[in-house]
């Protein structure tokens, strides 16, 4: 409820000094946002916990569905992917208690959008378009000679996914 964040990614990173950044989900009446969200490293986490940066989803009412976020020296790094999560959809989800995969959404047409974020203010410092692409995690990211060197396995679409259901391991 302190910070309005209705999930999280798999994977938050934590710094030297023990702060922890996660990415989440926020839904409301204007549409859905992403969420940077600060743990401090003290005993008054919960109590301290504060959104450092929140960003408008690209498709108002279909946030993608984001794994992980990057992070570098200077910047949040959020790689919003055409596989969406429509927030109708959502309400099914947790209704009807249906697995995640049941209401996620390619949109073949819609680019990859790469949103550099400010580490300081916050504030969007920069937006990137690719091709249409899904990936799990972001491999490494750092800056090296002005440059923002993002390292991520890409597949053409979110079928990848059909790959790891058990039946399909089996």
């Given at each position: ?6 999930s999280?990614t ?5 710094l ?29 986490l ?6 450092v ?12 569905n ?10 949040f ?6 596989l ?15 697995p ?5 959404k ?42 923002l ?22």
């Amino acid at each position: 409820k302190k910070v309005d964040v209705v999930s999280y990614t798999a994977f938050p990173h934590v710094l030297k000094d023990g702060t922890a950044f996660n990415l989440g989900n926020s839904i409301t009446s204007t549409g859905a946002y992403y969420n940077i969200v600060r743990f401090p490293k003290d005993d008054q986490l919960m109590e301290r916990m504060e959104v450092v940066a929140k960003i408008p989803a690209r498709l108002k009412f279909h946030p993608s569905n984001i794994n992980m976020f990057g992070i570098t020296e200077n910047y949040f790094v959020i790689v919003e992917t055409p596989l969406t999560m429509p927030v109708t959809s959502l309400v099914k989800l947790v209704v009807m208690k249906i697995p995640l995969t049941d209401v996620l959404k390619w949109l073949p047409n819609e680019n990859t959008r790469i949103v550099l974020i400010n580490r300081t203010t916050g504030k969007i410092e920069h937006v990137f378009q690719a091709d249409p692409f899904y990936f799990v995690s972001i491999v490494n990211q750092y800056e090296k000679d002005d440059h923002l060197v993002l390292d991520i396995c890409c597949y053409k679409n979110s079928e990848i996914i059909n790959a790891t259901f058990v039946e399909s391991l089996r």
